[in-house]
């Protein structure tokens, strides 16, 4: 088998996410507890049980200790071990964190890393910068995406001529370009022309290359613009989906799910709360600002509603070149919208399904009821479309933003914050009171004081470490590895958390609670898994401090259960699990850890 | 019936090392077992570790069948791994080598001829899969080895090892394929058509001589158990 990345027991544990990295991190009190409990049951039948939680916390730090000694022996090998303080501890985790940002993959790599996996080798584009490497992709599989109803060929083959040109002193009107020619020559430099172009030539003459751009960085567009990017790429790069067949099997290598659905996603999660409060050197803070970009990637996977997504996988799943696949796909869009025109087919009923029931039609079950609509000859799967899908775009700017609110996500999102406030059942009132302060004082001192008891406003690390010079130089004095630059983005990306999470949770909970008229700012439209998981971070902590004592939990133990106990939620969203190759999931865990633990 | 193929990959022929994969087989009165292990290029022992891995499980799933087969999910995962395991630490003390050295992937499966019952197990990206009257499916994906995969020196793997307990029923074949066999069996996530037509109608040796002219990069290995001709 190739070795790239194989888990050997020296390299990583099977869980290689940050947990790991804060295995050991215990303090003093932890296992200062854990000897009073064993004292406390002396000889009784509980002391094996009360021994083994002791063994974990020394295996865990990798303390040496001998089974089954006397309690002295265990109180002598605490006193001696190297245990930190909880002040050491802050910092360890902050480093931490530090250390594995540090590590963390930028969008655009990730999206590198990607376009390297699924390139022809004979192609041998790899010294291309990423953004002209899926041009070319597009250009050779995907016949100039003319197909998808793109313009840009003229000035791809424009910028050619204008090279051959000047290199030969021709006269550029009797230059004659093959696509041979185009991919041989083209460089960088076609893609100037996008920092004059208007935005009328970015959506028509040079879409083309507005859509190899945005890919190259990676970046969300709004109104469901990226789905359509997305669909392309996969298909001019042979991506692959599952259907769930048992004859099948899913290659996680080339999975347009996995690949862009889920990791697309996290990387730009990271990109969000990195540049929401603050410019950085491509200038999109500035684009945001017209809107161009989404601002919380929403994490939606494939919308099994939304019929022009289904018919792009239904052409992804068949047998067929890309640029087939494109002009297939895109010419059934064309005639299912016609037929809704013309009323071809009786309307579908106007069902409020959830994506639940749509999905067993593209992800074979073991309903039988269901019909295994990806594996249909195309004329029936054209039927099917027209009389089980919504095809009317009416209003919306595209089809693709057909049926692209998230009912399920909203309803699992107002369900976890109704079920904290029922958690305590003054809670409800006493933060309507807080809530409804004068608007002369702050949102932090409205909302300190008493909420604060019962449950965080933001996140531990901003709470608590507020002062990031003074971090950083403590850091220093310790480590000296850190980069003054990364460790600055690191807080801003920490401090961007901490702000999206009081802005869209604690807002929400704040209408909730008004007794008038109690309904959340959030909409099903602008759900994200972001801010669910952030819903779920209060209510866990609220839940927790009532129900537990969590100063004996591990990190590894809390990600667990945080894990385990979210899954069913974001399951029932549609969104991805919690996975601890995210920096926002585990930052988010490990917010809730040091809360209960520190 | 046992068949099997263990061949070099072109990658590695070209480099002038062994062949990493190792294949086995065993049989008693009550039960047969079949095994493939793929060890992994970077270590030092590949060839020995998968060698170990495979020949352990095999004799061990022999022995104790009948527990086995009660065992649940992470009960059998557990004792295979940590057999394994141990196995390959005696072997690394012994040769004054890391264990680590030893890594592979593994794959067996078990078969009762008394209760005609079967017990599917694998760590790793091996795939294993059945035919029926025609018909073929998947009985273990492969793991996802994108960003690596676990193999039988990952501290906790037996958390990540796959499980699969069922009845022969009108299962008549199962095979265990090396990723580098099934690499080049399967396009698009579905088995190729030619592949496909060799494994429902039982030509296996033409599978064989397909893999061969295929000469895939990795090692491609498969090991395949027909359940009436077994004993």
């Known amino acids: ?598 | 019936m046992i068949k099997q193929l263990c061949h070099i990959g072109a990658r590695h022929s070209a480099e002038q090392t062994e062949n990493q994969d190792a294949l086995c087989f065993g049989e008693n009165d009550r039960y047969t077992v079949i095994s493939l292990a793929d060890g992994v290029s970077t270590c030092k022992e590949a060839k020995a570790g998968a060698e170990i891995a495979s020949r352990a499980v095999t004799e061990l799933l022999l022995k104790k069948g009948d527990y086995f087969l009660e065992f649940d999910r992470d009960q059998i995962a557990e004792f295979i791994i940590a057999h394994i395991f141990y196995e390959l630490k005696q072997k690394a003390q012994a040769d004054l080598q890391e264990v680590e050295a030893y890594s592979s992937t593994i794959a067996s499966v078990l078969f009762d001829k008394k209760t005609r019952r079967l017990l599917c197990f694998s760590l790793g990206d091996s795939l294993i899969a059945a035919t029926d009257s025609g018909g073929y499916r998947v009985m273990i994906r492969p793991a996802d080895s994108t960003n690596g995969c676990c193999v039988t020196t990952t501290e906790k793997a037996s958390l990540l090892a796959q499980v699969n307990k069922t009845n022969v029923g009108t299962l008549d074949t199962i095979l265990i394929c090396s990723d580098g066999a099934w690499g080049q069996m399967y396009q698009n996530n579905r088995l190729k058509p030619e592949v496909s037509g060799m494994l429902t109608a039982h030509r296996l040796d033409e599978l064989r001589e397909y893999l061969i002219r295929q000469n895939g990069a990795d090692d491609y290995s498969f090991i395949s158990m027909n359940f009436d001709q077994s004993v």
Request: net charge negative; charged share 35%.
């Open chain 1, 1 to 598: 088998m190739r070795a790239n990345g194989t888990i050997t027991r020296r390299m990583h544990s099977a869980f290689s996410g940050l947990e790991g990295e804060f295995k050991a991190l215990y303090d003093r009190r932890i296992f200062e507890t854990r000897l009073e409990d064993l004292k406390r049951v002396g000889s009784t039948s509980a002391r094996p049980s009360k021994l083994q939680k002791l063994y974990d916390l020394f295996e865990d730090c990798g303390i040496s200790f001998e089974k089954n000694r006397e309690t002295e022996y265990y109180e002598e090998l605490i006193k001696k071990a190297d245990i930190p303080f909880v002040q050491d501890l802050e910092e360890r985790m902050i480093y931490a964190v530090y250390r594995k940002y540090e590590q963390y993959p930028a969008p655009e790599d990730y999206m590198k890393r990607m376009v390297d996996r699924l390139s022809e080798e004979e192609d041998h584009w790899e010294d291309d910068t990423l953004r002209l490497r899926i041009l070319k992709q597009f250009i050779k599989y995907g016949n100039y995406l003319k197909d998808a109803g793109y313009g840009g060929k003229k000035a791809v083959q424009d910028y050619v001529k204008d090279k051959i040109a000047a290199a030969e002193g021709k006269d550029k009107a009797k230059i004659k370009v093959t696509d041979e020619d185009v991919l041989k020559l083209l460089d960088d430099g076609v893609f100037d022309c996008l920092l004059t172009a208007t935005k009328d030539q970015k959506k028509h003459t040079l879409a083309l290359l507005k859509i190899a751009d945005d890919l190259g960085s990676a970046k969300f567009l709004t109104q469901c613009a990226t789905k359509k990017q997305l669909y392309l790429f996969a298909m001019v790069y042979g991506m692959t989906y599952f259907t769930g067949s048992e004859a099948e099997l899913q290659d996680p290598k080339t999975d347009i799910e996995i690949n862009l659905f889920r990791d697309y996603y996290t990387n730009n999660l990271i990109r969000f709360l990195r540049f929401c409060s603050e410019s950085d050197e491509q200038g999109d803070h500035e684009r945001n600002k017209q809107g161009d970009y989404e601002r919380d990637p929403s994490g939606q996977g494939i919308n099994y509603k939304n019929f022009a997504e289904i018919v792009c996988l239904y052409y992804i799943v068949q047998d067929c070149s890309p640029q087939e696949k494109i002009r297939r796909s895109y010419e059934m869009i064309k005639r299912v919208q016609q037929s809704t025109a013309e009323k071809k087919f009786p309307e579908p009923m106007k069902d409020e399904s959830e994506t639940i029931y749509y999905k067993r039609y593209a992800r074979i079950g073991d309903d039988e009821a269901f019909e295994d609509i990806l594996h249909l000859p195309e004329a029936d799967f054209e039927e099917f479309i027209c009389t089980h899908y919504q095809t009317e775009k009416g209003t919306l700017s595209s089809v693709w933003q057909v049926k692209s609110e998230q009912k399920s996500a909203y309803k699992t999102y107002e369900m976890i914050l109704n079920d904290l406030l029922d958690l305590d059942e003054g809670l409800r009132k006493r933060s309507f009171e807080i809530l409804r302060r004068p608007e002369e004082s702050s949102p932090e001192d409205r909302l300190s004081d008493e909420l604060l008891d019962t449950f965080p406003v933001g996140l531990w690390f901003i709470d608590v470490k507020s002062d990031e010079e003074e971090l950083f130089h403590t850091l220093c004095e310790k480590h000296t590895d850190v980069d003054r630059k990364k460790f600055k983005e690191l807080m801003t990306l920490l401090k961007n958390m901490n702000d999206f999470l009081k802005e869209r949770v604690i807002e929400d909970l704040k209408a909730l609670c008004d007794p008038e008229e109690p309904s959340v700012r959030t909409t099903p439209e602008k759900i994200s898994r972001t801010v669910l998981i952030a819903a779920y971070y209060y209510y866990y902590i609220v839940n927790f401090v009532d129900n537990h004592d969590g100063r004996e939990t591990s990190f590894p133990e809390l990600f667990k259960r945080f894990q385990k106990d979210i899954a069913d939620r974001l399951e029932s969203a549609y969104y991805m699990p919690l996975d601890s190759r995210n920096i926002f999931d585990v930052l988010i865990v490990f917010s809730a850890y040091a809360y209960l633990n520190l």
